[in-house]
């Protein structure tokens, strides 16, 4: 789970980057996650919102799976 569903996602467009697209959408959110790296701030935001959210490996290491060409803290399927 996590990169799979994730990959999944990315192919049929169901995915937000970043933690402002989480904050402005959180009833259309099915998953979210975020790197084990992400700063303390990230995580208060969701938590401050009801956002549950799994933690994955580093932002490099996502970014690097998902063959992405940034890194990104917060990653969401909708």
Do not use: H, T, W
Not at 6 to 15: P, T
Not at 18 to 25: F, P, V
Request: with cysteine; hydrophobic share 45%.
């Amino acid at each position: 789970m996590g990169i799979k569903e994730i990959k999944e996602a990315m192919e049929k467009g169901k995915v937000y980057f970043g933690i402002r697209q989480a904050l402005k959408n959180p009833k259309k959110l099915k998953s979210v996650f975020i790197a084990k790296d992400a700063r303390d701030l990230v995580v208060e935001k969701l938590e401050g919102v009801g956002i549950e959210f799994v933690v994955l490996k580093s932002k490099a290491d996502i970014a690097k799976e998902l063959n992405l060409d940034f890194e990104c803290e917060v990653i969401s399927i909708i």
